[in-house]
């Protein structure tokens, strides 16, 4: 499994450069970005498709990365609680532990009653 990963990413980058090559006019194509408002209209500098891709991809990373950190925070939290459940119950082991054992006193039957 270890050797696969590497193997699987290199294919997907091998595949990706293979696509920007083959299309590198759409990529270097020249777009601007309009905004029509009732009040306010603007259109931005044409910039080359491929920083649009690239600044939405960037985008699209942060929200992830943002999105993950709320459920590492939770984990840890978890994984402290648990760690101090354990640590807890340890101490209660070696207390338990060093207590002298009570021989346990089992009545007996006696012979002719029922």
């Known amino acids: 499994m270890r ?10 980058i091998i595949f990706l450069v293979i696509v ?4 590198i006019d759409v990529f270097m194509d020249k777009k601007s970005l309009g905004l029509n408002l009732l009040v306010w209209s ?5 910039v080359p498709l491929s920083v649009y891709f690239l600044g939405f ?5 942060l ?3 943002f999105h993950g950190l709320s459920e590492r925070f939770k984990t840890k939290k ?3 609680n648990h760690l101090e459940t354990i640590r807890k119950l340890e101490e209660e082991i070696k207390v338990l532990k060093s207590l002298p054992i009570a021989e346990e006193s089992t009545p007996q039957k006696e012979n002719g009653s029922v």
Do not use: A, D, I, R
């Open 78 to 80: 978890t994984l402290q």
């Open 63 to 65: 929200l992830s990365y």
């Open 42 to 46: 603007g259109e931005s500098q044409p």
């Open 3 to 12: 050797s696969l990963k590497p193997l699987l990413l290199s294919v997907v």
């Open 57 to 61: 991809l960037l985008v699209g990373l």
């Open 20 to 23: 920007v090559v083959q299309n």
